[in-house]
């Protein structure tokens, strides 16, 4: 596999509900090692791209191909097996449990111990889940969160909650990270650093976010892929999409991507 070949590509990926068409032979393809943004009005059919991706929905037709070679509707909990992991728009963690916990939780696949190994407490057990720990520390380092790595998440501001979503995708080590409206409910600062710390996550993964809050779209993402009415529309660097007529009309009454009132 050549590195200039794109990690994720959809070829005419087409969804409908009922008789209601979603997604209308959407073709794209995500760079590796790059941020791609997919932006567009409400009900353009960024979540449903998404959910096709995670096998959550079947394509009426059309193929994704992962690192080269077909995705055939991966079942959701395999996604990581693949190296794909994603964020969720409500955030999905477990209140009661801790930081760290909750981060391990996103490590099921890794846990190779089984449950005899784990009662006799293993000395092979016993190392396997230090390496697990360690590794949800590092990961935690990543998102500037280890300081609260013992707290209880349901304690936490709703910002640090968000970090640690992202924390829990993170340790599965995916190839391709889904961020499903990662700034959205975050203050100004907050969505800042997140950008910052999405920079920084693209050495070792390639990420395709959907977004409504357009100063972190156009600041952050390498890419841009516009939907509306379940079509792509545009697409390019954000300074190309902004100024592209077909997204200008497509955001007609709302504000316009990079626009004063953006
Ligand atoms: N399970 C479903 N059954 C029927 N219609 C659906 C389903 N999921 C989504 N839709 C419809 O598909 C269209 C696209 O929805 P989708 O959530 O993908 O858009 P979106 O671009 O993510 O919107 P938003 O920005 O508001 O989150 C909408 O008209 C929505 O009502």
């Not at 969804?15 to 932006?39: M, Q, T």
């Not at 191909?65 to 794909?84: A, E, K, N, S, Y």
Request: aromatic share 4%; glycine share 10%.
């Amino acid at each position: 596999m050549h590195d200039d070949d794109p990690l994720l590509r959809a070829e005419g990926l087409s969804v409908s509900f009922g008789g209601l068409r979603v997604l209308d032979r959407v073709s794209l393809a995500v760079p590796r090692g790059r941020v791609l943004g997919v932006i567009g009005p409400n009900g353009a059919g960024k979540t449903t791209l998404f959910n096709t991706i995670c096998g959550f929905v079947r394509p009426t037709s059309g193929t994704l191909f992962f690192d080269g070679r077909p995705l055939r509707h991966p079942r959701p909990h395999q996604l990581t097996r693949h190296g794909i992991a994603r964020t969720l728009q409500g955030l999905g963690l477990f209140p009661r449990l801790t930081v760290l916990e909750n981060v391990l939780a996103g490590a099921t696949h890794r846990a190779r111990t089984g449950v005899l190994s784990s009662l006799l407490a293993s000395p092979w057990a016993q190392r396997h889940e230090q390496r697990l720990t360690e590794q949800a520390m590092r990961v935690l380092t990543t998102v500037d969160i280890a300081a609260e790595a013992h707290r209880v998440c349901a304690s936490l501001p709703y910002g640090t909650r968000k970090r640690v979503a992202l924390a829990r995708a993170l340790i599965s080590e995916p190839r391709l990270l889904l961020l499903d409206e990662p700034a959205a409910g975050l203050s100004e600062q907050e969505t800042a650093d997140l950008a910052g710390i999405v920079r920084g996550l693209r050495q070792h993964t390639t990420v395709m976010l959907v977004e409504h809050h357009m100063d972190f779209v156009m600041n952050l993402c390498d890419e841009l892929v516009v939907l509306d009415f379940g079509e792509v529309i545009a697409r390019g660097t954000p300074e190309q999409v902004r100024a592209d007529p077909a997204v200008q009309r497509a955001y007609l009454g709302e504000a316009v991507p990079g626009g004063a009132d953006a």
